[in-house]
Each structure stands twice: as C-alpha cells, then as structure tokens.
C-alpha cells in the first residue's frame, strides 16, 4: 500500500488528476488519511509542502483541505503557506493564477474555530493588496479574500471588516478597470453598503461584455 506522501507526491506529478477521478467518498477518505498522517507526522508534511512550487493544479490543495479540518493545530501552519505561495508569485516564480490554491483552505471552518487565525491571514491578505500592483495579482488576492470574507456574516460592524473593506473599496473606486471589477464584486457579495464612485460611461459598456 502506498504511503501518504506518495499519493501525494503522485498526484502532484499528474496535476490532480488521480484527485479528480475519485467520488465523493474517496475524496473525504484520502483526506482524512492526510490528516491523520500529518498529526502522526508533522514534520514530513511540513516537509513535503514547503519543497512544493505548485502549478494551476496542485496536490497541496488536498494537503490544505485537510489541515484545514484542525485549525487548532495547524492554522498557523497554513498562515505560513499562504505567505510563501504569495511571495513565491511576488518573486514571479510561479505565475499569479497558482494563487488559487489557497481556495482550497477552509475559511469557513477556521472562522468558526479560530477566529484569531483568521484575522491575522485575512489582514496579511488585505496588506498585499496595492493600487500601484500588478492587476493580475490584485485581483487574485481579491478573489482569496472574496473567499474569506464569505464567512463574516453577522460581523460587518467589526473594526477588522471595515479596515478590510475600506481598502478594497479605495481598489473598487481608483484600480485599472479590471481591478475595480473584482473589487466591487467582493464588496457586493458581503452584502453591505459602500461608497462606490459611479463607473465612467465606457466601463460600463466594457463591463456588459
């Protein structure tokens, strides 16, 4: 029988493919096998990601799915992946689409169980955001944080939402076209008001297609 880190390490060569061939019961057994592995053996998970440059489809999504079901234990952890996966896109080793893979992490439960973790990678996240950045990296970041702030129902009078909203609305009101409309799809989906400047004539005509 094959080892965790094999699997893993077979799936990250075929780019997830074995991952997606597997139902839903198969999915939910190989990740808690992760999990089980990973408390048993820490430090070779640890290992194994931070050895990983990901692609569009990498096997440490199924690595952060799983970690992400004992944020208790490794929220921290997952923290530190985030930073390197984003300054490994910084540094333009990896294109800024592999920042998807931090989807995988599951926000919602580590805002139910570690609300603390949960700010300190939402604020990390909202710091990396910059009028004057690369478009493709603000709106990726934009669309990890739409993923995060998806789970703060009920908190939008929290200082933490407001300092995260005003800086996506300064992106909304005074980004690149494409920036301004990933930024004002993430305010929309938080279901709040803000104080959004009307787009001009020709982006509303660039928006309908």
Request: glycine letters at 2%; charged letters at 30%.
């Given at each position: 029988?094959?080892?965790?880190i094999?699997?893993l390490?077979e799936?990250?060569n075929n780019q997830l493919?074995?991952w997606?061939?597997?139902?839903d019961k198969?999915?939910e057994?190989?990740?808690?096998?992760?999990?089980?592995?990973?408390l048993?053996?820490?430090?070779k998970?640890?290992s194994?990601c931070s050895?990983i440059?990901?692609q569009k489809y990498s096997?440490?999504s199924?690595?952060?799915e799983?970690l992400?079901?004992?944020h208790?234990?490794w929220?921290?952890?997952l923290?530190d992946e985030i930073?390197?996966?984003?300054?490994l896109?910084?540094?333009k080793?990896?294109?800024?689409?592999?920042?998807s893979?931090?989807?995988a992490?599951?926000?919602?439960?580590m805002?139910?169980?570690s609300?603390?973790q949960y700010?300190?990678i939402m604020?990390?996240?909202i710091?990396?955001?910059n009028?004057q950045?690369r478009?493709r990296?603000n709106t990726?970041i934009?669309?990890i944080v739409?993923?995060?702030?998806?789970?703060?129902?009920?908190?939008?009078?929290?200082s933490?939402?407001?300092e995260?909203t005003?800086?996506i609305?300064?992106?909304?009101?005074?980004?690149?076209f494409k920036?301004k409309?990933e930024?004002?799809k993430?305010?929309?989906?938080?279901?709040?008001s803000?104080?959004?400047?009307?787009?001009?004539?020709?982006?509303?005509i660039r928006?309908?297609?």
């Amino acid at each position: 029988m094959k080892d965790i880190i094999s699997i893993l390490e077979e799936n990250e060569n075929n780019q997830l493919d074995l991952w997606f061939d597997l139902d839903d019961k198969g999915t939910e057994r190989l990740l808690n096998k992760v999990l089980n592995y990973a408390l048993e053996n820490p430090d070779k998970v640890k290992s194994y990601c931070s050895n990983i440059i990901p692609q569009k489809y990498s096997s440490l999504s199924i690595v952060y799915e799983a970690l992400s079901r004992n944020h208790r234990e490794w929220g921290a952890f997952l923290h530190d992946e985030i930073v390197r996966i984003v300054d490994l896109v910084e540094r333009k080793e990896i294109p800024s689409s592999c920042l998807s893979v931090l989807n995988a992490i599951d926000s919602e439960h580590m805002y139910s169980n570690s609300k603390d973790q949960y700010n300190k990678i939402m604020q990390y996240l909202i710091s990396k955001l910059n009028i004057q950045g690369r478009d493709r990296f603000n709106t990726e970041i934009l669309n990890i944080v739409d993923w995060f702030l998806a789970e703060t129902d009920g908190t939008s009078k929290s200082s933490e939402f407001r300092e995260w909203t005003k800086v996506i609305t300064e992106l909304a009101n005074n980004g690149s076209f494409k920036v301004k409309t990933e930024a004002r799809k993430v305010l929309a989906n938080t279901e709040e008001s803000f104080d959004l400047k009307p787009l001009t004539f020709f982006e509303k005509i660039r928006s309908i297609f």
